[in-house]
């Protein structure tokens, strides 16, 4: 008898868009992935990746059992040799060395796994290790800093309420790639033409003319690393227009003077001078922040990741508080989620610079070190080297700056462990890799991102399959490892309970809860009932109730970050002659190191081609399309090079992630594909001087022709 067609509701999770998808299945089979037009918040939006969902379940290449190196090869193991080998690696480094001669490197995709979530820090708790590091600080970090300085949590981070804006200033995002970042939010295109249909304006600020910018109402080119001087000026300019409103959060904000004071000199002129901007737009940029109802500045990666990005995100709060725009309708908003609702007293509210870096004396922030420092703990002997590894759904060799170096540091360590399920150009540096089972094979909430959601939303959905026989899920794994390490150390730790039970548990006791008043409260039970997920409606005002400061106050005169316009203003751009700034660029058919197994994610056209200005290239005697050479302080590639007006001059675009044909990577259709590592490039020592974060963007680089 033949199996019956089953249809399944269920998130993509390959990025923060979070889209429903409908998924019919046969048997072991996938019939078909759509959107799900029933989903209350993505309404059937989806982009292409999801369809490669298919391709990742059945990828052959993903590893099912757990494997341990053996000779040049690997060898099947059981999952109970498995983890008695890992945590005695793990321990007999410990023990000799002391706790912090073990690292760990938590990757992004554990955002999007929510028993990685609920599970990863019983591993921290069992590794006891100060070396804890992941792609927060190759990405987001000087944003949750900058929450945690002004708003008292590293979580209280306000969204656009881009269905209600009339301006978004949006700098260093280009959402129509990237589907959206601290702002989840499906189908991102129409609701930023919506913007324009209700008689809003879009203006985006980027060195490259990007799919959003070609839709926004204006796009202003801007160097690469030079935006705080931009944004500094706009809150000098809302200074000496009088401008400021800071509206109903008038009395809760602090310290307005201070930042007066602080960016007196930071006048439109220097700006224009530093960023090529030209005063008067700078003017008007503050004029129509200031001026219109419903405005609101958002700035994602690509002013996070630079050398200002802690400058830039702290101006962009200071921005929406000093224009009114903060907590208020069409302007930046908190969220407020079912499950991790965050108000005045919550735990988990972060903590920077207890402790510093033993090579470079870098802060730590809520226990971790930036990862621009993770190779030279390796690299460098002496007391509390690193020896020991485990990654965690990451790929650092190709996400991390100055990724041969760690590929050098990997190779030259006493014992590494990874739980993830592709030999990629990280992995293959373990000597045992633990798989988790595939995202179909196990069930879906998204705790991080209905936190980050436009709209006040929630979700869950069961899996689609059955796990496969004797496979382990990221949270089992973390279980099974923590308690061995815990008993490896003469301890002993209790395995969390799973995911789901912990959920409920926070969903019951959670902002939409249980409240004795007979009405029906969310728990995981009521969830399951809609598997199209719960519109709770448009974010609504609060942030005032929900400050986790000390004294419930906004305190913008932050010590640690005023300090940094004085680096700012001292830091002279220092290109040498012939030198350009490289930035990085995604794809929608892409996503960070990986799915590029997928065939129908990488057919077609290669998409590592360097994008330079038509007069670069005439200026340095190179073709359209020629092979070229690409050179920076850390190292060299090549690529071809496309003559491209996109990017300004002085400017060249490359996107990361590429790189997959090297020695050891088992990783059929993706090693097929040339390409380069951005990575290869970009600098460990360039990063933003407050919170250690890597400035992946404004990278000095030379490039000449090959041959
Ligand atoms: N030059 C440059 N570098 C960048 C960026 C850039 O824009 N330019 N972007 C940066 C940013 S924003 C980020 S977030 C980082 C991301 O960089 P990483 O933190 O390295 O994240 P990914 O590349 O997404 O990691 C993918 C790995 O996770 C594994 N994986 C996927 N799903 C799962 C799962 O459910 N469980 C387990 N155990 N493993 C899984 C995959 O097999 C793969 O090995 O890259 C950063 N690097
Ligand atoms: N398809 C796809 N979607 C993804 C990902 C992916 O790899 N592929 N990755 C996911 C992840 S981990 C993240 S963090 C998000 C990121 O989401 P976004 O923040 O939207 O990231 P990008 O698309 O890289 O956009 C960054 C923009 O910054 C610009 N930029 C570079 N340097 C500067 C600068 O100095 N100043 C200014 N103003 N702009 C600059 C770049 O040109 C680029 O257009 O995307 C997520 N979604
Ligand atoms: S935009 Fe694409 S990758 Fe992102 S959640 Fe939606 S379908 Fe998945
Ligand atoms: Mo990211």
Same mark, same amino acid.
């Given at each position: ?88 690696? &793990?321990?007999? #480094? =410990? $023990? +000799?060395? @002391?706790?912090?001669? !073990? ?88 609701? &930023?033409?919506? #913007? =324009? $249909? +209700?008689? @809003?304006?879009?203006? !985006? ?94 700035? +994602?990666? @690509? ?405």
């Amino acid at each position: 008898m033949q199996d019956s067609i089953t249809t399944h509701y269920r998130a993509c999770h390959l990025c923060e868009a979070i889209c429903g998808l409908e998924i019919t299945t046969q048997g072991e089979e996938i019939l078909s992935i759509r959107g799900d037009k029933q989903d209350a918040f993505s309404r059937g939006h989806i982009c292409p990746k999801a369809t490669a969902l298919q391709d990742l379940h059945t990828d052959p290449d993903r590893l099912r059992k757990p494997v341990k190196r053996s000779g040049d090869g690997w060898q099947e193991i059981s999952w109970e040799e498995a983890i008695k080998l890992a945590a005695e690696g &793990l321990t007999s #480094i =410990q $023990q +000799r060395d @002391g706790n912090d001669a !073990v690292a760990l490197y938590a990757g992004n995709p554990n955002v999007h796994n929510y028993g990685s979530l609920t599970h990863g820090g019983l591993l921290r708790k069992a590794l006891q290790t100060r070396n804890c590091y992941s792609a927060t600080s190759l990405d987001q970090l000087p944003h949750q800093l900058v929450s945690m300085a002004l708003y008292g949590h590293q979580a209280l981070i306000p969204v656009p309420d881009i269905d209600r804006s009339r301006y978004m200033l949006i700098l260093g995002a280009n959402p129509l790639a990237s589907n959206g970042s601290i702002m989840t939010v499906p189908d991102v295109t129409k609701r &930023l033409k919506a #913007i =324009q $249909q +209700r008689g @809003g304006r879009v203006v !985006v600020v980027d060195p490259r003319r990007t799919e959003t910018a070609t839709l926004a109402d204006e796009h202003h080119f801007i160097r690469p690393g030079t935006d705080a001087f931009l944004l500094l000026a706009i809150i000098h300019t809302l200074f000496a227009d009088n401008l400021i409103r800071p509206g109903h959060l008038v009395d809760v904000v602090q310290g307005v003077d201070a930042v007066r004071e602080a960016v007196r000199g930071i006048t439109p002129q220097l700006a224009a001078q530093a960023t090529g901007i030209a005063a008067e737009t700078i003017r008007h940029l503050a004029r129509a922040m200031a001026e219109t109802d419903g405005s609101v500045c958002y700035g +994602r990666m @690509g002013v996070s990741t630079q050398a200002f990005g802690t400058l830039c995100q702290w101006a962009i709060q200071v921005i929406n508080i000093l224009c009114g725009s903060l907590d208020r309708e069409g302007g930046a908003m908190l969220p407020s989620p079912a499950f991790g609702y965050i108000t005045r007293g919550a735990k988990g509210a972060g903590h920077f610079a207890r402790w510093h870096s033993r090579v470079s004396g870098l802060p730590e922030f809520d226990g971790e070190f930036p990862s621009v420092v993770l190779a030279e703990e390796m690299l460098t002997a002496g007391e509390g080297q690193v020896r020991g590894l485990v990654t965690m759904a990451g790929n650092p060799v190709l996400s991390a700056p100055d990724g041969r170096a760690l590929d050098r540091a990997l190779a030259g360590l006493e014992f590494m462990v990874a739980i993830d399920f592709y030999i990629n150009e990280t992995t293959c540096h373990a000597d045992l890799i633990l798989p988790p089972t595939g995202p179909l094979e196990h069930d879906h909430y998204d705790i991080v991102f209905h936190r980050l959601a436009v709209r006040n939303s929630s979700r869950y959905n069961a899996p689609v399959f059955e796990p496969a026989a004797g496979s382990c899920h990221d949270w089992q794994i973390l279980n099974q490892l923590s308690v061995a390490i815990a008993a490896a150390r003469g301890g002993s730790l209790k395995p969390l309970p799973e995911p789901a039970q912990l959920l409920d548990m926070g969903l019951r006791h959670g902002h939409y809860g249980e409240r004795g008043d007979g009405e029906e409260g969310f728990s995981l039970q009521y969830l399951q009932r809609f598997p199209h997920g719960v519109d709770m409606g448009p974010l609504v005002p609060g942030l005032r109730d929900r400050l986790c400061t000390d004294d419930g106050m906004i305190h913008l005169d932050v010590d640690f970050i005023l300090q940094d316009i004085g680096r700012l203003v001292a830091a002279a751009p220092v290109l040498a002659e012939g030198e350009l700034l490289l930035i990085g660029r995604r794809h929608v058919r892409s996503n960070n190191s990986w799915m590029h197994n997928s065939q129908r994610l990488v057919k077609g056209k290669p998409r590592w081609q360097l994008l330079m200005h038509p007069s670069d290239l005439r200026q340095r005697g190179l073709q359209d399309g020629v092979q070229v050479r690409i050179e920076s302080r850390t190292g060299a590639v090549e690529t071809s090079v496309m003559a491209s007006d996109e990017v300004m001059p002085g400017v060249v675009s490359l996107p990361h992630g590429w790189g997959h044909r090297r020695q050891g990577v088992q990783l059929r259709v993706a090693g097929e594909q040339g390409g380069v590592s951005c990575n290869d490039l970009t600098d460990r020592g360039l990063f933003d001087a407050v919170s250690g974060n890597a400035a992946l963007n404004g990278v000095p680089v030379r490039v000449s022709g090959v041959g």
